[in-house]
Protein backbone atom coordinates (compact mmCIF):
# COMPACT_ATOMS: atom_id res chain seq x y z
CA UNK A 1 0.00 0.00 0.00
CA UNK A 2 1.52 3.14 -1.00
CA UNK A 3 2.17 5.96 1.82
CA UNK A 4 -0.16 9.06 1.00
CA UNK A 5 1.34 12.66 1.65
CA UNK A 6 -1.37 14.41 1.80
CA UNK A 7 -4.65 15.89 0.91
CA UNK A 8 -5.45 19.02 -1.35
CA UNK A 9 -9.02 20.25 -2.25
CA UNK A 10 -10.53 16.80 -1.58
CA UNK A 11 -7.84 15.07 -4.05
CA UNK A 12 -4.99 12.55 -2.22
CA UNK A 13 -1.70 13.86 -2.71
CA UNK A 14 1.66 11.62 -3.25
CA UNK A 15 5.08 13.77 -3.85
CA UNK A 16 7.90 11.72 -5.43
CA UNK A 17 10.14 13.47 -3.26
CA UNK A 18 9.01 10.90 -0.80
CA UNK A 19 11.89 8.47 -1.27
CA UNK A 20 9.79 5.49 0.03
CA UNK A 21 6.88 6.89 -2.43
CA UNK A 22 8.92 7.03 -5.19
CA UNK A 23 11.02 3.86 -4.55
CA UNK A 24 7.50 1.89 -4.55
CA UNK A 25 6.16 3.32 -7.97
CA UNK A 26 9.32 2.20 -9.50
CA UNK A 27 9.87 -0.89 -8.10
CA UNK A 28 6.08 -1.79 -8.96
CA UNK A 29 4.34 1.18 -11.20
CA UNK A 30 1.73 -1.46 -11.53
CA UNK A 31 0.65 -2.41 -8.06
CA UNK A 32 0.82 1.54 -7.35
CA UNK A 33 -1.04 3.08 -9.16
CA UNK A 34 -4.00 0.29 -8.89
CA UNK A 35 -3.60 1.00 -4.96
CA UNK A 36 -3.92 4.73 -5.80
CA UNK A 37 -7.28 6.51 -4.91
CA UNK A 38 -9.83 7.49 -7.22
CA UNK A 39 -8.40 11.39 -7.84
CA UNK A 40 -5.20 11.69 -6.77
CA UNK A 41 -2.04 14.85 -6.84
CA UNK A 42 0.75 12.91 -8.18
CA UNK A 43 4.08 15.59 -7.83
CA UNK A 44 7.51 15.80 -8.77
CA UNK A 45 6.20 13.09 -11.96
CA UNK A 46 9.67 13.35 -14.08
CA UNK A 47 11.26 11.67 -10.81
CA UNK A 48 9.32 8.57 -12.15
CA UNK A 49 9.39 8.52 -15.88
CA UNK A 50 8.22 4.70 -16.11
CA UNK A 51 5.26 5.16 -14.65
CA UNK A 52 3.77 6.68 -17.36
CA UNK A 53 3.06 3.53 -19.47
CA UNK A 54 0.58 1.98 -16.36
CA UNK A 55 -0.69 5.33 -16.16
CA UNK A 56 -1.74 5.13 -19.66
CA UNK A 57 -3.49 1.46 -19.32
CA UNK A 58 -4.81 3.04 -15.74
CA UNK A 59 -6.55 5.38 -17.88
CA UNK A 60 -7.76 3.55 -20.96
CA UNK A 61 -10.04 1.47 -18.29
CA UNK A 62 -11.61 4.16 -16.93
CA UNK A 63 -11.43 7.27 -18.88
CA UNK A 64 -13.38 9.71 -16.62
CA UNK A 65 -11.64 12.99 -16.63
CA UNK A 66 -9.60 14.53 -13.67
CA UNK A 67 -8.85 10.79 -11.98
CA UNK A 68 -5.00 11.99 -12.15
CA UNK A 69 -3.14 15.40 -12.09
CA UNK A 70 0.38 15.52 -13.12
CA UNK A 71 2.54 18.18 -11.69
CA UNK A 72 6.51 18.73 -11.83
CA UNK A 73 9.19 21.23 -11.55
CA UNK A 74 10.58 19.47 -15.21
CA UNK A 75 8.62 19.51 -18.54
CA UNK A 76 8.36 15.75 -18.30
CA UNK A 77 7.80 15.22 -21.99
CA UNK A 78 11.36 15.66 -23.12
CA UNK A 79 12.41 13.59 -20.59
CA UNK A 80 14.32 10.71 -22.75
CA UNK A 81 13.60 8.12 -20.09
CA UNK A 82 9.96 8.60 -20.60
CA UNK A 83 8.32 5.43 -21.48
CA UNK A 84 4.92 6.40 -22.83
CA UNK A 85 3.45 10.07 -23.85
CA UNK A 86 -0.06 9.86 -22.71
CA UNK A 87 -0.45 11.64 -25.80
CA UNK A 88 -4.69 11.44 -26.48
CA UNK A 89 -4.86 11.24 -23.26
CA UNK A 90 -3.81 14.31 -21.16
CA UNK A 91 -4.17 17.87 -21.28
CA UNK A 92 -0.59 19.49 -20.57
CA UNK A 93 -1.38 23.17 -18.53
CA UNK A 94 1.68 25.14 -17.94
CA UNK A 95 1.96 26.93 -14.66
CA UNK A 96 3.72 29.70 -14.76
CA UNK A 97 4.55 31.95 -11.38
CA UNK A 98 2.60 34.33 -10.87
CA UNK A 99 1.65 37.56 -13.44
CA UNK A 100 1.17 41.02 -11.56
CA UNK A 101 -2.53 40.76 -12.29
CA UNK A 102 -2.65 37.81 -10.19
CA UNK A 103 -0.77 39.30 -7.31
CA UNK A 104 -3.18 42.51 -7.19
CA UNK A 105 -6.21 40.25 -8.10
CA UNK A 106 -6.86 42.44 -11.20
CA UNK A 107 -8.43 41.39 -14.41
CA UNK A 108 -6.07 40.94 -16.92
CA UNK A 109 -7.14 43.80 -19.89
CA UNK A 110 -3.56 44.91 -21.53
CA UNK A 111 -3.22 42.25 -24.46
CA UNK A 112 -7.28 42.35 -25.53
CA UNK A 113 -6.28 46.47 -25.87
CA UNK A 114 -3.14 45.95 -27.57
CA UNK A 115 -4.78 43.19 -30.10
CA UNK A 116 -7.75 45.41 -30.84
CA UNK A 117 -5.97 48.41 -30.79
CA UNK A 118 -8.16 50.23 -28.14
CA UNK A 119 -5.92 53.04 -26.64
CA UNK A 120 -7.14 56.32 -25.19
CA UNK A 121 -5.04 59.32 -23.78
CA UNK A 122 -5.40 59.16 -19.99
CA UNK A 123 -2.90 59.70 -16.86
CA UNK A 124 -1.68 57.06 -14.75
CA UNK A 125 0.75 57.08 -11.56
CA UNK A 126 3.94 56.31 -11.91
CA UNK A 127 5.54 53.22 -9.90
CA UNK A 128 9.10 54.89 -9.66
CA UNK A 129 10.91 52.74 -7.47
CA UNK A 130 8.12 50.13 -6.57
CA UNK A 131 8.76 48.76 -9.96
CA UNK A 132 11.96 47.89 -9.25
CA UNK A 133 10.86 46.42 -5.91
CA UNK A 134 8.09 44.14 -8.25
CA UNK A 135 10.98 43.04 -10.66
CA UNK A 136 13.03 41.84 -7.48
CA UNK A 137 10.74 39.93 -5.57
CA UNK A 138 9.61 38.42 -8.69
CA UNK A 139 6.37 35.87 -9.56
CA UNK A 140 7.29 32.38 -7.48
CA UNK A 141 4.80 32.04 -4.26
CA UNK A 142 6.78 30.56 -2.11
CA UNK A 143 9.23 33.44 -2.80
CA UNK A 144 6.78 36.06 -2.70
CA UNK A 145 5.23 34.84 0.64
CA UNK A 146 8.87 35.30 2.59
CA UNK A 147 8.33 38.87 4.52
CA UNK A 148 11.94 40.43 3.72
CA UNK A 149 13.67 40.75 0.38
CA UNK A 150 16.77 38.67 1.98
CA UNK A 151 14.89 36.00 2.63
CA UNK A 152 12.77 35.86 -1.06
CA UNK A 153 16.86 36.07 -2.35
CA UNK A 154 17.71 33.09 -0.24
CA UNK A 155 15.05 30.73 -0.95
CA UNK A 156 15.24 31.72 -5.30
CA UNK A 157 19.06 30.86 -4.38
CA UNK A 158 17.66 27.54 -2.90
CA UNK A 159 15.53 26.77 -5.48
CA UNK A 160 17.96 27.18 -8.34
CA UNK A 161 20.44 24.49 -6.24
CA UNK A 162 17.92 22.29 -5.71
CA UNK A 163 16.62 22.25 -9.69
CA UNK A 164 19.76 22.58 -11.14
CA UNK A 165 21.22 19.85 -8.98
CA UNK A 166 18.26 17.45 -8.76
CA UNK A 167 15.98 18.16 -11.73
CA UNK A 168 18.43 18.03 -14.13
CA UNK A 169 20.48 14.90 -13.30
CA UNK A 170 16.74 13.14 -13.80
CA UNK A 171 16.58 14.95 -17.24
CA UNK A 172 19.95 13.68 -18.07
CA UNK A 173 23.60 12.56 -17.27
CA UNK A 174 25.84 15.65 -17.73
CA UNK A 175 29.56 15.56 -16.34
CA UNK A 176 29.83 18.85 -14.91
CA UNK A 177 26.73 19.47 -12.77
CA UNK A 178 28.32 21.86 -10.45
CA UNK A 179 28.56 24.41 -12.94
CA UNK A 180 24.86 25.03 -13.65
CA UNK A 181 24.39 27.47 -10.98
CA UNK A 182 27.28 29.48 -11.89
CA UNK A 183 26.05 29.52 -15.36
CA UNK A 184 22.46 29.92 -14.39
CA UNK A 185 24.11 33.33 -13.17
CA UNK A 186 25.98 34.06 -16.10
CA UNK A 187 23.01 33.62 -18.17
CA UNK A 188 21.31 36.02 -16.15
CA UNK A 189 24.01 38.65 -16.87
CA UNK A 190 22.77 38.39 -20.42
CA UNK A 191 19.13 38.38 -19.70
CA UNK A 192 17.07 40.17 -22.95
CA UNK A 193 19.80 39.94 -25.41
CA UNK A 194 20.53 38.05 -28.19
CA UNK A 195 22.00 34.16 -27.50
CA UNK A 196 25.53 34.36 -27.53
CA UNK A 197 27.29 30.71 -26.45
CA UNK A 198 30.21 31.50 -27.23
CA UNK A 199 30.41 34.11 -24.65
CA UNK A 200 28.52 32.05 -22.06
CA UNK A 201 31.14 29.22 -22.77
CA UNK A 202 34.05 31.70 -21.87
CA UNK A 203 33.95 31.09 -17.90
CA UNK A 204 33.79 27.48 -18.09
CA UNK A 205 36.38 24.97 -19.96
CA UNK A 206 33.40 23.17 -21.67
CA UNK A 207 33.25 23.46 -25.05
CA UNK A 208 30.36 25.52 -27.08
CA UNK A 209 27.99 22.18 -27.90
CA UNK A 210 27.91 21.06 -24.17
CA UNK A 211 26.59 24.83 -23.29
CA UNK A 212 24.09 24.72 -25.82
CA UNK A 213 22.50 21.27 -24.41
CA UNK A 214 23.00 22.78 -20.98
CA UNK A 215 20.68 25.55 -22.60
CA UNK A 216 18.61 23.28 -23.35
CA UNK A 217 18.10 21.26 -20.21
CA UNK A 218 17.83 24.55 -18.61
CA UNK A 219 14.74 25.40 -20.89
CA UNK A 220 13.40 21.75 -19.69
CA UNK A 221 13.32 22.96 -15.91
CA UNK A 222 11.85 26.47 -16.75
CA UNK A 223 14.64 28.33 -15.42
CA UNK A 224 15.88 29.90 -18.65
CA UNK A 225 13.51 30.50 -22.26
CA UNK A 226 14.70 31.66 -25.56
CA UNK A 227 12.12 33.97 -27.85
CA UNK A 228 12.47 33.32 -30.80
CA UNK A 229 12.90 36.39 -33.93
CA UNK A 230 9.63 36.91 -35.63
CA UNK A 231 10.22 37.19 -39.50
CA UNK A 232 7.78 36.33 -42.03
CA UNK A 233 10.03 36.25 -45.36
CA UNK A 234 13.31 34.60 -45.60
CA UNK A 235 14.15 37.64 -47.68
CA UNK A 236 13.40 39.75 -45.44
CA UNK A 237 16.91 41.58 -44.02
CA UNK A 238 15.80 40.32 -40.46
CA UNK A 239 18.29 39.09 -37.54
CA UNK A 240 17.59 35.44 -37.06
CA UNK A 241 18.92 34.71 -33.32
CA UNK A 242 16.45 34.41 -30.69
CA UNK A 243 17.21 36.10 -27.50
CA UNK A 244 17.68 34.75 -24.23
CA UNK A 245 15.38 35.25 -21.12
CA UNK A 246 15.58 33.84 -17.59
CA UNK A 247 12.00 32.29 -16.51
CA UNK A 248 11.82 34.97 -13.68
CA UNK A 249 12.96 38.54 -12.73
CA UNK A 250 13.18 37.55 -9.09
CA UNK A 251 15.16 34.13 -9.64
CA UNK A 252 17.35 36.13 -11.93
CA UNK A 253 18.04 39.45 -8.84
CA UNK A 254 18.42 36.92 -6.45
CA UNK A 255 21.43 34.91 -8.36
CA UNK A 256 23.23 38.12 -9.52
CA UNK A 257 22.98 39.32 -5.67
CA UNK A 258 20.87 42.18 -6.61
CA UNK A 259 18.22 44.28 -4.34
CA UNK A 260 15.95 46.92 -5.49
CA UNK A 261 18.12 49.70 -4.22
CA UNK A 262 21.24 48.28 -6.05
CA UNK A 263 19.13 47.93 -9.34
CA UNK A 264 18.28 51.63 -9.51
CA UNK A 265 21.58 52.25 -9.19
CA UNK A 266 22.77 50.44 -12.24
CA UNK A 267 20.54 51.24 -15.05
CA UNK A 268 22.02 48.71 -17.59
CA UNK A 269 21.17 45.98 -15.66
CA UNK A 270 17.78 47.78 -15.18
CA UNK A 271 17.38 47.70 -18.08
CA UNK A 272 17.67 44.43 -18.97
CA UNK A 273 15.81 42.91 -16.15
CA UNK A 274 12.38 45.06 -16.92
CA UNK A 275 12.58 44.01 -20.37
CA UNK A 276 12.50 40.27 -19.14
CA UNK A 277 10.34 41.32 -16.49
CA UNK A 278 7.46 42.57 -19.06
CA UNK A 279 8.10 39.47 -21.49
CA UNK A 280 7.13 37.35 -18.83
CA UNK A 281 4.54 38.91 -17.58
CA UNK A 282 2.96 39.11 -20.89
CA UNK A 283 3.74 35.65 -21.59
CA UNK A 284 1.80 34.69 -18.51
CA UNK A 285 -1.35 36.67 -19.15
CA UNK A 286 -1.36 34.90 -22.52
CA UNK A 287 -1.33 31.56 -20.79
CA UNK A 288 -5.22 32.42 -19.92
CA UNK A 289 -6.10 33.88 -23.32
CA UNK A 290 -8.35 32.19 -25.62
CA UNK A 291 -6.30 32.87 -28.47
CA UNK A 292 -3.00 31.26 -29.59
CA UNK A 293 -0.35 34.32 -29.30
CA UNK A 294 2.97 33.27 -30.03
CA UNK A 295 5.95 35.73 -28.68
CA UNK A 296 8.97 36.96 -30.50
CA UNK A 297 11.18 39.88 -30.60
CA UNK A 298 12.45 41.90 -34.22
CA UNK A 299 15.76 43.08 -34.95
CA UNK A 300 16.40 43.88 -38.50
CA UNK A 301 20.47 44.61 -39.93
CA UNK A 302 20.29 47.98 -39.53
CA UNK A 303 19.66 47.64 -36.08
CA UNK A 304 16.04 48.48 -35.29
CA UNK A 305 14.20 46.14 -33.03
CA UNK A 306 11.57 45.59 -30.50
CA UNK A 307 11.78 43.81 -27.32
CA UNK A 308 8.72 41.70 -28.09
CA UNK A 309 6.15 40.80 -31.23
CA UNK A 310 3.17 39.30 -30.35
CA UNK A 311 1.43 37.58 -33.20
CA UNK A 312 -2.22 35.83 -32.89
CA UNK A 313 -3.11 33.41 -35.04
CA UNK A 314 -0.91 33.90 -37.44
CA UNK A 315 -2.27 37.13 -38.43
CA UNK A 316 -2.38 40.21 -36.50
CA UNK A 317 0.69 41.05 -35.17
CA UNK A 318 1.53 43.99 -32.43
CA UNK A 319 4.57 45.06 -31.31
CA UNK A 320 5.88 46.31 -27.94
CA UNK A 321 8.67 47.77 -26.77
CA UNK A 322 10.55 48.65 -22.95
CA UNK A 323 11.78 51.57 -21.81
CA UNK A 324 13.65 52.19 -18.56
CA UNK A 325 12.87 55.70 -18.32
CA UNK A 326 10.00 58.17 -17.53
CA UNK A 327 10.16 60.02 -20.98
CA UNK A 328 9.63 58.96 -24.41
CA UNK A 329 10.29 60.60 -27.82
CA UNK A 330 9.48 59.85 -31.06
CA UNK A 331 12.90 58.64 -32.26
CA UNK A 332 11.73 55.41 -29.92
CA UNK A 333 9.20 54.52 -32.32
CA UNK A 334 11.53 53.43 -35.11
CA UNK A 335 11.62 50.45 -34.18
CA UNK A 336 8.16 49.84 -33.96
CA UNK A 337 7.45 51.64 -37.22
CA UNK A 338 10.02 49.08 -38.77
CA UNK A 339 7.96 46.17 -37.11
CA UNK A 340 4.60 47.72 -38.83
CA UNK A 341 6.23 48.01 -42.71
CA UNK A 342 7.97 44.49 -42.54
CA UNK A 343 4.00 43.16 -41.27
CA UNK A 344 2.06 45.13 -43.50
CA UNK A 345 -1.73 45.26 -43.06
CA UNK A 346 -1.42 42.61 -40.15
CA UNK A 347 0.13 45.07 -37.83
CA UNK A 348 -2.59 46.17 -35.31
CA UNK A 349 -0.68 48.14 -32.46
CA UNK A 350 2.81 48.86 -31.35
CA UNK A 351 3.11 50.21 -27.78
CA UNK A 352 5.88 51.42 -25.80
CA UNK A 353 6.14 50.42 -22.00
CA UNK A 354 7.68 52.86 -19.70
CA UNK A 355 7.34 54.79 -16.20
CA UNK A 356 5.79 57.90 -17.15
CA UNK A 357 2.40 59.48 -16.06
CA UNK A 358 0.55 59.90 -19.66
CA UNK A 359 -0.38 56.92 -21.88
CA UNK A 360 -0.39 58.76 -25.41
CA UNK A 361 -1.29 57.74 -29.22
CA UNK A 362 2.27 58.90 -31.11
CA UNK A 363 1.28 58.60 -34.64
CA UNK A 364 -1.19 55.95 -36.35
CA UNK A 365 -1.06 52.31 -34.57
CA UNK A 366 1.39 53.19 -31.94
CA UNK A 367 1.48 54.67 -28.57
CA UNK A 368 3.16 54.70 -25.46
Do not use: C
Not at 130 to 147: D, Q
Amino acid sequence: MVREVGEVDGRAYFSFDDDVVREAAASDPVGFVMDLPARVTLDEIQRVPQLFTTLKAAVDRDRTPGRFLLTGSANVLLMPRLADSLAGRMAVLRLHPFAQVEIERSAPSFLDRLLMGGWSIRRTQRLGANLAERIVAGGYPPALGRPTQRRRAAWYRDYVMAITQRDVRDLARIGALEALPRLVASIATQTARLVNVSELAAPFEISRPTIRDYLTLLQHVFLVMELPAWHRNRLQRLVKAPKLHMGDTGLAAAVLGLGADDLLADRHAYGQLLETFVVQELRRQAAGHEDDLRFHHFRDRDGYEVDVVIERAGRSVAGVEVKAAATVTDADFRGLRRLARAAGDDFVAGVILYDGEVSAPFGERTLR
